[in-house]
Each structure stands twice: as structure tokens, then as C-alpha cells.
């Protein structure tokens, strides 16, 4: 498989980076040739994908404003700078804040709290399911795909290798159902050097 990772994470995450994921691009992309947005842009993973932001989604649900579209993390910034190559680009984004590699092939339990939407939600699937029926419905109209998975799979006590192996047939999903789509996977990082950041706080 050919390796490509994004640094798009939160600048403090990126920090504490750790390189543990494979993911896997067309051959053409290492050419030198330009490989265009195609009509969808497709999000996949975690609190990255989705713009998970703790306080604001505590603050906007109990006071009954919540909006999914009041999260755009990284996704969305993507999206806008992909859509100066082409404005027709549509943005789909299965983010679902916490959300593991094994949680990924199972259920999102994010959106079935009451009041709590994702920004396109799939109620009763799993992000797998949703993401691969997306591309099965759209050949060859998707890319890029990007993936931010296994931050999250720390706290579940999984090891590396089976972070590395459940995020590997993953990717081999996708690339099946998206033979040329763009698939970019983000660095992973210490989810716990958010928690306890190496200097003081003010």
C-alpha cells in the first residue's frame, strides 16, 4: 500500500503526532499529476471529522441551540479551499466524536442521544455502512476521501497493532467500493496531551 498522511489536526494535537496509521491513494497520485475534487467530498472519523468542540456542544444543548452546523472543524475549512478548484463541491461529513476504530464498524452512539444530530446523519448504521453505501451509490464521484481514526482507541486499551490492523481493513474497504477516489488518512495523535498538556496553565 502507498502511505499518505495529513497533519490537519488541532495544533497542539499535532504536536504529540504519532505516525501509526497506513492509509492507501491511487497509484496516479504519487505521479505528479493533478488529481482533481470530484462532486463529493466525503469526511470520515472522529471528533476531527466531525469538530467536536466540548464546551460549545455542553453550552448549546442545554440551552436547546444546538446545531451541528455550529462545528465545521477541519472538515469544512477543507471543503471551502476545494471548493476554489470547484465550486460545485458537495461536503458530506459521517463524523461521529468518539468514535473508534471499532465503533466505526458497529454503531455511532453520538447520534442517538436525544436532541443530538451529526452534520449527515445514518440512524441505526454504522459510519462503515453509511460510508460505503455512499460510495456504492456514487461511483466514481467521490474524492477525496479523508479518515481521522484510533485517538480514540487509546482510551479502549487497544494496542497499536490492533489499531493499525483494524484501521488497515478499513482502508481496504473504502478503496474496494472507491478504487480512485483520493483517500487521505490524518496523522494520529496522544489524545491524552490535550488532557495534560507538558506546560503550565494560566
Request: with cysteine; proline share 7%.
Amino acid at each position: 500500500m502507498r502511505v499518505r498522511l495529513l497533519g490537519l489536526a488541532a495544533a497542539g494535537m499535532a504536536a504529540a503526532g504519532m505516525a501509526v496509521v497506513v492509509g492507501t491513494t491511487p497509484a496516479s497520485a504519487d505521479s505528479g499529476k493533478f488529481n482533481p475534487p470530484k462532486q463529493y467530498y466525503l469526511s470520515l472519523g472522529d471528533s476531527l471529522a466531525f469538530g467536536y468542540q466540548q464546551d460549545k456542544l455542553i453550552t448549546e444543548f442545554f440551552s436547546g441551540t444546538y446545531s451541528p452546523s455550529d462545528f465545521p472543524g477541519y472538515t469544512y475549512a477543507f471543503g471551502d479551499l476545494m471548493r476554489a478548484v470547484d465550486p460545485r463541491l458537495t461536503v458530506v461529513d459521517y463524523g461521529c466524536p468518539a468514535e473508534t476504530t471499532i465503533s466505526f464498524t458497529t454503531a455511532c452512539d453520538f447520534q442517538d442521544v436525544d436532541g443530538v444530530q451529526l452534520h449527515d446523519g445514518y440512524p441505526g448504521r454504522s459510519q462503515e455502512s453509511a460510508a460505503l453505501g455512499f460510495l456504492r451509490a456514487h461511483p466514481g464521484q467521490v474524492s477525496p476521501i479523508t479518515v481521522s481514526l484510533g485517538g480514540n482507541d487509546f482510551f479502549a486499551h487497544s494496542s497499536l497493532a490492533d489499531i493499525q490492523a483494524r484501521l488497515t481493513r478499513i482502508l481496504r474497504e473504502l478503496r474496494a467500493a472507491a478504487p480512485d477516489a483520493e483517500i487521505i488518512v490524518l496523522q494520529s495523535y496522544n489524545p491524552l496531551f490535550a488532557q495534560n498538556p507538558p506546560y503550565p496553565r494560566h
